[in-house]
């Protein structure tokens, strides 16, 4: 067994940006810590030894899941024969449920210590999971408060580390009253379809649509927040379809929406980041017809964006499926643009978020509780 090497898997571009920082503060805190597995751009930039890219299975719905099956297949067994040869001390499994769960069963039945960061919403939906939770995983690392005390009623144990975003996005020195930059008059927003291609498929087309209806009422200059996860490729042939300008953003992403007057946003972790930076915004969610049809008799939540779980309450709009069609989105952004009252109590709610996500160093936290679960101690 490798006693500081690790295996790492994070399925998507925001557990890659959170196992990135949590490699870096395991490292800072232990010393040398080796890591191999399924990332991305970030933990490939922490020195992570990666196996395949975390973008190759990073879908939403049945049927975009079936479609990446054969590769996520491939790349499930890569990871085992790797854990065969390399004999890590223990596996940390970032989000991706249904991937990660299936792949603790096997690194439990191979005697794998196995960690999990950033729990499956097991409290939304699926809650017999919890079992397989409670068998195959040895530590639960949460987010929020409330997980660690969903998981303690199962008898699983967690440690609560609160949210890495509240690191990850910087307090902008930003004038909230000041005019953001662009056309003079024209409204500013931005556009962030999600980070996977299947959202990028199914969010973009809506919104670009929004953004043509949007400009025959008035000036809009729209900002389309590209995630490195997503081929650029994709977005030229969703630009170049729906023959809608706009400006591209690719790096100082957080300065380009803070930047904004408001943004349409894919459901997900980006309405948090969007939150911390407090950009009001419509939030978009669109499933396959069929996994929405599966999901709408499974989970039974007031709402399904995370701001408004968080600070419990609508404090954002949000359009779900057939709500999604361009009319409706570009009414319900007009609407959101030309009410003042309504955003400066949506920005007032918007600033609670932060403290609602915890206190700052949840990495640090969570690399901390790695190293006294595995019982490394801190190094000279």
């Not at 939906?125 to 690392?141: I, P, Q, S, T, Y």
């Not at 007057?261 to 978009?284: F, I, Q, R």
Request: proline share 5%; charged share 25%.
């Amino acid at each position: 067994m490798s006693d500081r090497e690790l295996l790492i898997v994070a399925g998507e571009a925001s557990g890659d940006l959170h196992g990135a920082r949590l490699l870096s503060e395991l490292r800072h805190l232990v010393g040398d810590v080796r890591a191999f597995g399924l990332g991305g751009d970030e933990l490939e930039a922490a020195g992570f030894d990666a196996l395949a890219h975390s973008s190759e299975i990073a879908v939403v719905g049945i049927t975009e899941v079936v479609k990446i099956l054969p590769r996520a297949r491939q790349i499930f067994r890569q990871l085992l024969e790797a854990v065969e040869r390399r004999k890590p001390r223990a596996a940390i499994l970032i989000d991706s449920p249904d991937f990660n769960m299936r792949l603790a069963r096997k690194l439990a039945r191979r005697g794998v210590e196995v960690i999990y960061y950033i729990s499956p919403q097991l409290w939304a939906w699926r809650r017999g999971r919890v079992k397989a939770v409670e068998r195959d995983v040895d530590l639960m690392m949460v987010l929020f408060p409330f997980e660690a005390g969903f998981y303690a009623e199962h008898g699983v144990k967690a440690a609560h580390v609160g949210h890495p975003l509240v690191d990850e996005i910087p307090r902008l020195d930003h004038r909230w009253d000041a005019e953001p930059h662009g056309p003079v008059g024209d409204l500013v927003v931005a556009l962030m379809p999600g980070s996977r291609r299947s959202e990028v498929r199914a969010l973009l087309p809506p919104m670009l649509g929004a953004v043509r209806a949007m400009r025959a009422v008035r000036g809009v200059h729209a900002r389309l927040i590209q995630a490195p996860t997503v081929p650029p490729e994709l977005f030229d042939e969703l630009l170049e379809e729906s023959g809608v300008e706009v400006e591209r953003v690719r790096s100082h992403r957080h300065r380009a929406v803070a930047d904004c007057h408001l943004a349409l946003v894919a459901s997900g972790t980006a309405t948090l980041e969007v939150a911390l930076l407090g950009t009001p915004m419509v939030v978009l969610y669109r499933l396959n017809p069929m996994t929405y049809w599966l999901a709408s008799r499974l989970v039974d939540l007031p709402h399904f964006c995370m701001v408004n779980l968080v600070l419990e309450q609508r404090v954002v709009p949000e359009l779900l499926q057939d709500e999604t069609e361009p009319a409706n989105v570009a009414r319900e952004a007009l609407s959101l643009a030309a009410d003042d009252d309504r955003i400066r109590a949506m920005r007032a709610r918007l600033a609670d978020l932060r403290g609602a996500l915890g206190s700052s160093g949840a990495s640090g936290r969570a690399a901390a509780a790695v190293a006294e679960h595995l019982g490394w101690g801190a190094s000279a």
